[in-house]
């Protein structure tokens, strides 16, 4: 799924603006982006983007994670609250470094944007809701951004 002869790092960065270029992708970055938190879940995510399926939102999100511009935080098992998600999605660092070295996806525009959003009460319960702690090492990418 790699170009020829992009094989190195900068291959796997093309491969990751590749990516991002797609304007559904854009959309979900951007929203991720201007989250409160930094970590939509897929509910926040289908409020946002009401002309996607749950299901499109998930497929862009596994492409994003496949690549490394996202990673995914998830409640244990035990600590979940029935009704409520326990999936969020957030940037990888290595995603926001290389979005801010091409002035991709600002966080302060991107955030401004998000808080003018008109939101129900379930839209401001999903945000206000506690998320995982990132594992650093999840949160850096480097298991997802590769360079093969």
Do not use: C
């Amino acid at each position: 799924m790699h170009p020829p002869g992009h094989q190195n790092e900068s291959g796997g960065r093309w491969h990751l603006l590749q990516a991002v270029t797609v304007t559904s992708r854009a959309n979900i970055i951007a929203d991720i982006v201007g989250h409160p938190q930094g970590a939509p879940s897929v509910d926040e995510l289908d409020k946002t983007n009401p002309s996607l399926e749950k299901d499109t939102i998930r497929g862009h999100l596994a492409v994003l994670k496949e690549v490394g511009v996202v990673s995914e935080l998830t409640i244990p098992a035990g600590e979940r609250t029935r009704g409520y998600p326990y999936k969020f999605y957030q940037l990888t660092q290595r995603a926001r470094d290389l979005f801010d070295e091409n002035d991709l996806f600002p966080e302060d525009a991107w955030q401004r944007q998000y808080e003018r959003l008109t939101k129900d009460a379930r839209m401001r319960e999903l945000e206000e809701m506690p998320r995982p702690t990132p594992d650093p090492k999840t949160r850096d990418g480097s298991d997802e951004l590769t360079a093969d």
